[in-house]
């Protein structure tokens, strides 16, 4: 069974900084490019950060601006999102995806989502 447990989220200031922590149980982990979504109430759900596998290259929405940074720790089957400077739009649950293509079969999981607040 496939377990992707997020962690970290929690209410900051404006500002303020935040570690998000996802560790994945039950998947190959290194063959996964791994991604944080975050989605607003109201809002579509949005990449925040991709990293990929083996390599690690990492891509991130536009609004992130430098601010965030995604990492993988393949030892440990986990990955990380590091927030600074956070502001009230970065307010929005939090999820973690492990995507995986092999042979042209699609493998796609999620997290249940960890809520980050971020108050003026």
């Known amino acids: 069974q496939v377990l992707l447990a997020e962690s970290g989220g929690g209410s900051v200031q404006s500002g303020g900084t935040l570690r998000l922590s996802c560790k994945a149980t039950?998947?190959?982990?290194?063959?996964?490019?791994m991604a944080w979504y975050r989605q607003a109430p109201g809002r579509e759900r949005v990449l925040v950060a991709h990293?990929?596998?083996?390599?690690?290259?990492?891509t991130y929405g536009d609004f992130v601006k430098g601010r965030f940074t995604i990492s993988r720790d393949n030892s440990n089957s986990s990955v990380f999102l590091q927030m600074d400077a956070l502001t009230p739009e970065d307010t929005a649950m939090y999820y973690c995806?492990?995507?995986?293509?092999?042979?042209?079969?699609?493998?796609?999981?999620w997290g249940q989502g960890t809520q980050v607040t971020v108050s003026s």
């Open positions: 995806n492990a995507r995986m293509v092999l042979f042209g079969t699609e493998y796609d999981y």
């Open positions: 039950g998947i190959s982990f290194a063959s996964y490019s």
């Open positions: 990293i990929r596998a083996y390599f690690g290259s990492t």
